[in-house]
């Protein structure tokens, strides 16, 4: 060994060190800081990867709030796009197919998705209206997904996986933050947030955003009728008393318009509405004995028209309860239960027809986790609850998770459960009164069930560079179809389907230096469906062809200068053969500029490799926009 | 990091090791990083009743954080006193600040917190129970952020006095008195 392989180590060593402290803006010796300054460092980003390194015992992939500013998106699907693993597809100017593992569709229903704890899928049919939903983007915290079965934990509804949509605490959004832009096809948008403290323990926070979309243009060069704006109005408050309690309450309220024409159903072109109004309340408390205990309350309230089609008013209550606490060294036990109300009128104009019209269905469930370290490189987890709702008996659904860190920079993980969909009210009680091409409900639909068993591994391969790697296959039984009929007969609804599903995740993430950041990402899925051996449904098995076999995503965070940012996406969706929708390669890109210390600029494109592309269905189009925003954050007024 | 002399190529290889197991470790450095920095700072704001000698930072099942203190803070000097990193030592009553961090059960935590009750001597861990169990100060995270909780009466049994500058940022927790686990 010479000297010159000394200064080699020397050299490496000292890069590693400066390499952290420069990406965070730090000066090399930490201890020059004062202590609020110390207290003030965001640890989250390098923890999250520590933390992430241990904990990584499923597909779960993190989205900061600072990831989704950067890329531009305005709205929480386009958000979802950043997500390797989704597959986000936008069928036209109001609507949205967003699912994990295949099973999208507009109205995909095996995945949870929660906005600070309130579940926002719609237990009519499972599934979530997408152009109901809004957030304040600028106070996004951050969005988690988890890939793959975790009902354990988050629901029957979430088969394929969860959504966890999570803001700012009111404490990290404080003062007045304003923006507004306008462009092509998101014509003009604007947004207000003022927060302030209460007292010395509590801060709170509110927000008024509106933003209106230009209709797409269909296939044929022909306007679609699809434009849409949205008002969201918001209020957050948190309260942290000193005896160790904390409680927070979260109001929202919108109302949208979506435009509509139909010759046959809504002639006189009436906007369709949506409005609600929701609100939480959650309280958690660490108790003397270092178990956390933690309460939540939500009502959702909705009122939903779509002329000609649908209409419906839902008022949802729902009550949860956890406990967390360790138990001896080795065990990490939480337990839980649950009850949800859902109570809703539907209007049922002559198409869809609800029966009854007014429902009340209720569901509740419990669920225990325990975490044991086996030994210090060696965890198990096992999950079961238990589920039952109006429709359906008491059932188990149970999850094992294993994993291993095989040594410093890699760790093994796999996984087996069993998750349920639970029949809704769409399964049960909805007529399509249309002789040999509609539909009926049935009130003996059984709960769709789904086995998987999943394999990954996380590695740290150099400084600086993550790579997941998740495999999944899962048997699915129960699956949803149709029953064919003759006239004068209609088809009804039944459990006649099962498929199988197995697929390949691989995600990266490089610090490719201290200013350029970037995610590489590529999904396979292989979806096969099959009917059962006593049905003459063939239809159903079209849905396969509704999957795309191949998805991949590059994604960078580039700061060219202390004032430019530069974010961007390039995404690829291989061929939907359902639809004969080839396959499709498209690049987002935000360029930013931090114009003076309280003002910044942002120009931002999507979709800008082709004037329009078809990402769903046989008739509308996506097409290329360009938009300009201004945010100003003076803070403290 | 400091070239060392060296004699041969077991020392070379055996530092070359060292330095590529610690690789993985820059996911975690800058949380260490913090955590050093602040243990440096807390020694600074508090007051033992003796100030005589070495000042003595015990850090008891915690490799990755001694390892970063020490490249953090050698040299360093506290109140005019050496300070003096130690790592899993058998007698804790000869330190300053003892740190309880992950690798230690629980029963150890408790064993140890109360060995040290009563003496002057800082008691500092991120474990649940660490509080309840007697200790003084305990590290959390919120927010992405690094918190810190104080219980004020084992200090009073201590000998040992805390500035104000570090107590207004702490949050001040009960020291439950029932039962410890």
Known sequence: MRASRYFLMIGLGSALTAGAAAQAGLPEDLTELSLEALLDIEVTSVSKQAEALADAAAAVYVLTGDEIRRSGAQTLPEALRLVPGLHVARVDGQRWAISARGYNGDVADKLEVLIDGRSIYSPLFSGVFWDAQDVFMPDLERIEVIRGPAATLWGSNAVNGVINIVTKAAADTQGLLTYAGGGDELQSFAGVRYGDQIGEHGAWRAHLRHWERDAIRTTDAERAHDGMQMTHVGLRADWAPADHSQLTVIANGYQNGLQNFDPALNPNGDDNKQSGANLLARWSRLLDDGARLSLQLFWDHTERTQHGTFGEVRDTWDLQFQHARDWGARHRIVWGAGYRLSRDAQDNPPLIVFTPAERTVRSANIFVSDEIALRPDTDLILNARLEHNDFSDADIQPSIRLRHALNPRTTLWSKVSRALRLPNRLDADVLIPLPEVGARGNRDFQPEESWSYELGMRHVLRDNLIVDIATHFTAYDELRGVEPASAPDIPLIVNNYTAEASGVEITSQWQASPTLKLHLAYAYLNLDLEPQADTADVQTEAAENQAPRHQAWLRWDWDPSPRWQVGGQLRHVSALADFELPGYTELDLQIGWQWQPNWQLALTGQSLLNPSHREWGLASAVERSVFLTFTWTPGAL | ?181
């Not at chain 2, 015990?58 to 040299?75: F, H, V």
């Not at chain 2, 230690?104 to 917190?113: G, N, P």
Request: with cysteine; glycine share 6%.
């Open chain 2, 1 to 181: 990091m400091h070239p060392t002399r060296t004699r041969g190529s077991v020392r070379t290889c055996v530092l070359l090791a060292a330095l590529l197991a610690s690789t993985p470790a820059v996911a975690n450095d800058l949380a260490q990083r913090i955590k050093a920095a602040f243990l440096y700072n807390v020694a600074k704001f508090v007051d033992w009743p003796h100030n005589e000698g070495d000042f003595h930072l015990c850090i008891q099942g915690a490799p990755d954080l001694a390892q970063t203190t020490r490249s953090e803070l050698s040299g360093k000097q506290v109140r005019d006193r050496p300070l003096v990193i130690r790592e899993q030592v058998a007698d804790v009553l000869d330190c300053a600040i003892v740190y309880l961090g992950h690798e230690l059960e629980d029963a150890a935590i408790v064993a140890t917190l109360r060995t040290l009750r009563g003496r002057p001597i800082l008691s500092v861990g991120e474990a649940p129970l660490l509080i309840s169990a007697g200790g003084i100060l305990r590290l959390k995270q919120a927010q992405g952020k690094l918190r810190f909780e104080v219980a004020l009466e084992p200090v009073e049994e201590s000998g040992l006095r805390i500035s104000s500058k570090l107590l207004r940022l702490a949050e001040i927790v009960p020291h439950p008195t029932g039962p410890s686990p």
